[in-house]
């Protein structure tokens, strides 16, 4: 499948869309718009290339993550996946906004259908396998799409870098294990889309990452 991504918000989030071409079908990943500029670039996409989209998905539900969730269900009305180990942090998403002066503009989000580990997502004709990756938060997730050969790790793993643990239900050592025993057991030459920042691979971070 391909990937398309959007860089939004205050936080720097990458939102990503993943589509299938021969059906056009897509998934938005980690809605982070805000803005009203950025609902609209979402539009505009997703008009001018004929998608609908079937799903949404979370990798995690901190708040610059989930921040669009609510303008994509309302505006497609596709249903928000996510791990269940998360939802807590989708019904407090009003006082995580505040800690960023942001309370005005979230409400929380309900997750409605619970992801598993190993578990297929199928797009179109093609497929994200869920890669269970806690240590950032509890029910942090990856999504893998092998015949793509990339995975979009949210904030657990990063060029050069791995995500905080010092947020509620973060761990190191939970993180470090995941990545250790999820992440660098793709192939190398899998394409990282992190959830900040620039896209990586596998093997650099095998090779380089001083975190791990």
């Not at 791990?83 to 800690?99: F, S, T, V």
Request: charged share 25%.
């Amino acid at each position: 499948m391909n990937i398309v991504k959007f860089a939004f918000s205050l936080f720097g989030i990458n939102t990503y869309v993943v589509v299938d071409p021969a059906t056009k079908k897509c998934a938005v990943i980690d809605p982070g718009m805000m803005e009203k500029e950025e609902e609209d670039a979402m539009v505009r996409f997703i008009e001018r290339n004929g998608l609908e989209i079937t799903h949404i998905i979370n990798t995690h539900l901190h708040v610059d993550h989930a921040v669009g969730v609510k303008f994509v269900k309302e505006k497609w009305g596709a249903p928000l996946l996510a791990h269940k180990a998360d939802e807590p942090l989708g019904e407090r998403l009003l006082q995580q906004a505040r800690m960023f002066g942001l309370g005005a503009m979230v409400e929380p989000v309900t997750i409605d259908s619970y992801l598993k580990d190993n578990e297929i997502i199928n797009i179109g004709e093609g497929e994200l396998k869920v890669l269970c990756v806690p240590g950032h938060s509890p029910g942090s997730i990856a999504l893998y799409d092998k015949e793509g050969g990339y995975v979009i790790t949210g904030d657990a793993l990063f060029a050069g870098s791995v995500g905080r643990t010092d947020l509620e239900g973060g761990d190191t050592a939970t993180l470090l294990r995941s990545i250790r025993e999820k992440l660098m057991a793709l192939p190398d030459s899998t394409a990282v889309y992190p959830g900040h920042g620039p896209a990586t691979t596998i093997g650099r971070e095998k090779a380089s990452n001083p975190f791990l």
